[in-house]
């Protein structure tokens, strides 16, 4: 590792550091050196380690223990990871919309709370159609009703992950108001309710599934075409 001599040292200190875990010279679980000694390496202060690994904790590279130390997180950037993902295609973002919408509500059948079913049934009712007012408005609305079943699922990660591609999937939603693709009625969205209020995973799942499905296959002919 080489002595840093720029005037941002902590910027360059944060990509001397990322560059030991990208090559694995610091393998992902390992712990890194002491701040003394990373003091040493990069010819900084100690101040400036401990803003760097406050910096590559944020971003998800390192994670620091209590009493322990600071230990390698992953060699990947996730945010650069998930920026790529919204960039992909529409067939892409849509596969990837119903693996997270077809296991939320596998997971909101099984651990739904009681208000969750009624407080859905009032979402989708205030959704209403998209020949009704305006077009941004219908949008939001349903959105707020797709993020309402994943946050039933209970699972916090996938809450996460679901709000961080929302602008992906407000692409996908502008897509079926176009008229090439299929836009899924009141009926579809309504059995997604019914299914998860049986508390049965798999009929949750066929029915995510049979609402997704005609959106893919029109697009499918689309690309074919």
């Not at 401990?50 to 223990?65: N, P, S, W, Y």
């Not at 650069?80 to 919309?97: C, N, P, T, V």
Request: glycine letters at 6%; a negative charge.
């Amino acid at each position: 590792m080489q002595a840093l001599s720029r005037t941002n040292l902590t910027d360059t200190a944060v990509e001397a550091m990322r560059l030991e875990i990208s090559s694995g010279r610091w393998p992902v679980g390992g712990q890194l050196p002491n701040e003394a000694t990373l003091s040493s390496l990069l010819s900084v202060s100690r101040g400036t380690v401990r803003e760097a690994v406050r910096v590559l904790v944020a971003k998800g590279f390192l994670e620091t223990k209590q009493g322990s130390g600071t230990y390698v997180r992953s060699k990947t950037d996730p945010v650069e990871s998930f920026s790529r993902a919204r960039g992909a295609g529409l067939r892409d973002l849509l596969e990837a919309r119903c693996a997270l919408e077809v296991e939320a509500a596998r997971m909101a059948a099984i651990r739904h709370a009681p208000a969750a079913i009624p407080a859905l049934r009032s979402l989708l009712e205030v959704r209403g159609h998209s020949n009704e007012g305006d077009r941004e408005d219908y949008i939001v609305r349903d959105l707020a009703f797709h993020k309402a079943v994943v946050a039933a699922s209970g699972n916090q990660a996938m809450i996460e992950i679901y709000e961080f591609f929302s602008a992906s999937i407000r692409e996908t939603i502008e897509a079926t108001l176009c008229d090439e693709l299929p836009e899924p009625d009141m009926q579809a969205h309504a059995a997604i309710i019914d299914a998860i209020a049986s508390g049965s995973p798999d009929q949750a799942d066929a029915a995510t599934r049979r609402f997704m499905a005609p959106i893919l296959s029109a697009l499918d002919r689309m690309l074919l075409s």
